[in-house]
């Protein structure tokens, strides 16, 4: 085991792959020899050369397309998208192209593609540097969605998506990239696509969150343990899709109440799909109402400290949430 | 622009190649007036047709190697399919939806084609989406040539790719970078436009500022030629060209096929409002069938009993596909519901 920062773990996770295996290659704006405005690649152009780690045009819905491409050819690209905010050009290639070749084709061609992209606020990035975009291509048949919270499911994890023979959207919480630190295993290891994670197990109720808000529900449930006695589950959901409706159920079956939570706002988001699985397969189990815990509906993260902090759910603001449904 | 007459590449071409050539047109034309007259008789939905584009589409067939590289094509492609290997039997199955379609399993419209096994990639209906698509088909060839992968003068592997698309098409945001990564990467890439002047209703002039299509291609860093698309010899030949230059690692070429579509835009369109009877009728004098016909009689490589028995001929294959595809089954209703992801042993 070596403790290490998510980006530091997936990095590895991409350097071992490209060690693995000699269809897998990166693109992206940035990605060579600068190691990416992150650092997510750096030193990998050094060691794999112009061939594999390929600083593309600035233009992200050929970044898609061409990792498209390679992938129906076999290859095993990773795109990188620098901001998830500035995916959308590339909407088109992703979802009516990458998602629906599968299908479209009776299982003739399948595209074994990953898009890896930092996502999120809480970093001064203002309206485009921030967004949490995963509701738009969480309602697309034939993607998979992963958003890691720890060292250790990113790196496995992002090996999977490398592995899968599907479209996976990878995203990553960036403002956890160098404030999350945890333990990888030395070993290769791959953490499978799908199931959800109980983070901290819990019998007064059942909070689900991904990416930057599971580290900070983390954070909220030890306080609520500490401060107020309340024993909270925490369901890292690691995978949004496919859902691990299995996963939510079970958990809700033993506490009797949910609470989602996700920086991305509220309305249309994927706590809803969540709130939608526990009424109608989960509705004899709940004590209390489903809540979201999520961010305004306002068109983006404010820039400006005060506001960005107003919009941004914190330890803190989680720990009330959990208060007021424990109350319930 | 491109090849004199003295050096031009069609001329290697043998007797029995030019036959086939032929053939494909005429086939692919008798294959697409049946399917206007079953939209007629209301025995299918809808229908989208390539008549006119044969002589762009076959002349571009035979110059690059058929079934092993890449196409990715678009919907006005009947002609190359054909030539490439899709059989008027599965053309049929597509107009209907029957059980087991070749392209889609009769999940997409008909002239979505696809054949895994003939390198034909899937296509969708968002237009021009391919050509960046095709620009990572040809960036994979290089990749795998360079990694030691594949071997450069395999024949047995795909060498290029060949994307397809109309003039219209050609505003997209999406074909803008997929030339783009073909001129900067110099991929073994090769994009034909079928500039039949209209995009649906709209004029060629209300869709670009240039003449040409192909002048745009000195802003991707890439050769650009223009061609009679009509006439199915001249398209061999700058297609031989380019197929040479993505073969020997020369970089991409795009061409333009200057022709037109001598029909309406599709079964639901009437193309009356917007063209005068007059330009089409002009157009049809200028057949690309009847144009090759002519040029095959005079060296008298065809004969008028030989046009009635490829003409027989094509009735029957044409018949023959039309019976086969109605006594098809239809698909399962559950088979709605197949094939959203592959299963992790695919890879
Ligand atoms: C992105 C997108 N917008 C609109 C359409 C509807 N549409 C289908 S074909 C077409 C015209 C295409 O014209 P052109 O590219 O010149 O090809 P042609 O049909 O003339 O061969 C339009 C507008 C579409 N399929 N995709
Ligand atoms: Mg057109």
């Given at each position: 085991m070596t403790?290490?920062?998510?980006?530091d773990?997936?990095r590895?996770?991409?350097?071992?792959?490209?060690?693995?295996?000699p269809?897998v290659f990166?693109?992206?704006?940035?990605?060579?020899e600068?190691g990416?405005?992150f650092r997510a690649t750096?030193g990998l152009?050094e060691?794999y050369g112009?061939?594999r780690?390929?600083?593309?045009?600035?233009a992200e819905l050929?970044i898609v397309?061409?990792?498209?491409?390679?992938?129906?050819t076999?290859?095993?690209?990773?795109?990188?998208?620098?901001?998830a905010d500035?995916?959308?050009?590339?909407?088109?290639?992703?979802?009516?192209?990458?998602?629906?070749?599968?299908?479209?084709?009776n299982?003739?061609?399948?595209?074994p593609?990953?898009?890896?992209?930092?996502?999120?606020?809480g970093?001064g990035g203002?309206?485009?540097?921030?967004q949490?975009v995963e509701a738009f291509?969480?309602h697309?048949?034939?993607?998979?969605?992963?958003?890691?919270?720890t060292?250790?499911d990113?790196?496995?994890l992002?090996?999977?998506?490398?592995?899968?023979?599907?479209p996976?959207?990878f995203f990553?919480p960036?403002k956890?990239y160098?404030?999350?630190?945890?333990?990888v295993p030395d070993?290769?290891?791959?953490?499978?696509?799908?199931?959800?994670r109980?983070?901290?197990?819990?019998?007064?109720l059942?909070?689900?969150?991904?990416?930057?808000?599971?580290?900070?529900?983390?954070m909220?449930?030890e306080?609520?343990?500490?401060?107020d006695?309340i024993?909270?589950?925490?369901?890292?959901?690691?995978?949004l899709?496919?859902?691990?409706k299995?996963?939510?159920?079970?958990?809700v079956?033993k506490?009797g109440k949910?609470l989602?939570?996700?920086?991305?706002?509220l309305?249309?988001?994927?706590?809803?799909?969540?709130?939608a699985v526990?009424s109608?397969?989960?509705?004899?189990?709940l004590?209390?109402?489903?809540?979201?815990?999520?961010a305004?509906d306002?068109p983006?993260?404010?820039?400006?400290?005060?506001m960005?902090e107003?919009?941004?759910?914190?330890p803190d603001?989680?720990?009330d949430?959990i208060?007021?449904l424990a109350a319930? | 622009?491109?090849?004199?007459?003295t050096a031009?590449a069609?001329?290697?071409?043998?007797?029995e190649?030019?036959?086939?050539m032929?053939w494909y047109?005429?086939?692919?034309r008798?294959?697409?007036?049946?399917a206007w007259a079953?939209?007629?008789?209301?025995?299918?939905?809808?229908?989208?047709?390539?008549?006119?584009h044969e002589a762009?589409?076959?002349g571009?067939a035979?110059a690059?190697n058929?079934?092993?590289?890449?196409?990715?094509?678009?919907y006005r492609?009947?002609?190359?399919?054909?030539?490439?290997?899709?059989?008027p039997?599965?053309?049929?199955?597509?107009?209907?939806?029957?059980k087991d379609?070749?392209s889609s399993?009769?999940?997409q419209?008909?002239?979505h084609f696809?054949s895994?096994?003939?390198?034909?990639?899937?296509s969708?209906?968002p237009?021009?989406t391919?050509v960046?698509?095709?620009a990572g088909?040809a960036f994979?060839?290089?990749?795998?040539q360079q990694?030691?992968?594949?071997?450069?003068?395999?024949?047995t592997?795909?060498?290029?790719v060949?994307?397809?698309l109309?003039?219209?098409?050609t505003?997209?945001?999406e074909?803008h970078?997929?030339?783009n990564?073909?001129?900067?990467?110099d991929?073994p890439?090769?994009?034909?436009?079928?500039?039949?002047?209209?995009?649906?209703?709209?004029p060629?002039?209300?869709?670009?500022?240039?003449?040409?299509?192909?002048?745009?291609a000195?802003a991707?860093?890439?050769r650009?030629?223009?061609?009679d698309?009509?006439?199915v010899?001249a398209?061999?030949d700058?297609?031989?060209?380019?197929?040479?230059?993505?073969?020997?690692?020369d970089g991409?070429?795009?061409?333009e096929?200057?022709?037109?579509?001598?029909?309406?835009?599709?079964?639901?369109d009437d193309d009356?409002s917007?063209?005068?009877r007059?330009?089409v009728?002009?157009?049809?004098?200028k057949?690309?069938?009847?144009?090759?016909?002519?040029?095959l009689?005079e060296?008298?490589?065809?004969?008028?009993?030989?046009?009635?028995?490829y003409e027989?001929?094509?009735?029957d294959?044409?018949?023959k596909?039309?019976?086969e595809a109605?006594a098809?089954?239809?698909p399962?209703?559950?088979?709605?519901?197949g094939?959203v992801?592959a299963p992790?042993?695919a890879?």
């Open positions: 403790v290490m920062t998510l980006i773990a997936i590895e996770a991409m350097d071992e792959e490209l060690e693995r295996d269809r990166i693109t992206g704006e940035d990605v060579g600068r990416g405005v750096q152009h060691k112009d061939t780690i390929v600083d593309s045009p600035l050929s397309a061409i990792g498209i491409g390679a992938a129906l076999d290859l095993r690209p990773i795109c990188e998208i620098q901001f500035f995916i959308h050009p590339a909407f088109n290639q992703i979802v009516n192209e990458a998602a629906r070749f599968y299908y479209r084709s299982g003739q061609w399948h595209v593609l990953v898009i890896r992209s930092p996502y999120g606020g970093i203002g309206l485009y540097h921030s949490s291509f969480a697309v048949p034939g993607l998979k969605i992963v958003v890691p919270s060292p250790y990113a790196k496995g992002l090996k999977s998506a490398v592995r899968d023979p599907n996976v959207l990553e960036k956890g160098r404030a999350i630190k945890g333990e070993d290769d290891y791959t953490i499978p696509i799908g199931p959800a109980i983070a901290r197990e819990g019998r007064d059942s909070v689900f969150a991904y990416g930057m808000m599971a580290h900070y529900t983390m909220a449930a306080k609520v343990a500490r401060e006695g024993d909270a589950e925490v369901i890292d959901l690691r995978t899709l496919p859902i691990d299995a996963a939510i159920l079970a958990s079956k506490t949910a989602i939570v996700h920086e991305d706002n309305t249309m988001g994927y706590g809803a799909e969540i709130a526990l109608d397969e989960g509705f004899e189990y004590d209390g109402p489903v809540k979201r815990y999520a305004p306002v983006g993260v404010p820039f400006s400290h005060p960005q107003y919009f941004m759910p914190n603001k989680i720990a949430a208060r007021d319930y | 622009m491109v090849t004199t007459t031009r069609s001329a290697r071409l043998s007797e190649q030019l036959l086939q032929y047109m005429l086939l692919s008798r294959l697409d007036e049946r079953m939209h007629r008789q209301s025995k299918i939905a809808f229908h989208i047709s390539g008549m006119g762009a589409q076959v571009a035979f690059i058929r079934g092993v590289d890449y196409v990715h094509p678009y492609d009947l002609a190359l399919m054909l030539a490439i290997g899709i059989t039997t599965d053309f049929m199955m597509s107009l209907y939806g029957k379609e070749l399993g009769a999940r419209m008909p002239s696809s895994k096994a003939l390198n034909i990639v899937s969708s209906s237009v021009a391919q960046p698509q095709a088909i994979a060839i290089k990749y795998r990694m030691g992968l594949q071997d450069p003068n395999d024949e592997q795909p060498r290029l060949f994307t397809t109309g003039e219209g098409s505003s997209q945001g074909w970078e997929g030339m990564w073909a001129g900067v990467h991929l890439f090769i994009c034909m436009v079928q500039n039949n002047l209209y995009a649906i209703s709209v060629i002039e209300e869709q670009m500022a240039v003449a040409h299509v192909a002048d745009r000195d991707y860093g890439v650009g030629v223009m061609v698309g009509n006439d010899l398209v061999y700058v297609m031989a060209e380019a197929v040479e230059r993505a073969y020997n690692g991409a070429t795009l061409v096929a200057k022709t037109y579509r001598i029909v309406p835009h599709s079964s639901d009356r917007y063209r005068s007059e330009e009728e002009e157009w049809k004098k057949d690309p069938i009847l144009r090759f016909q002519k040029v009689l060296e008298t490589i065809l004969s008028d009993t030989l046009i009635d028995d027989s001929r094509a009735r294959a044409v018949n596909a039309q019976v109605e098809a089954p239809w399962a209703p559950e088979e709605a519901i094939d992801y992790l042993e890879i």
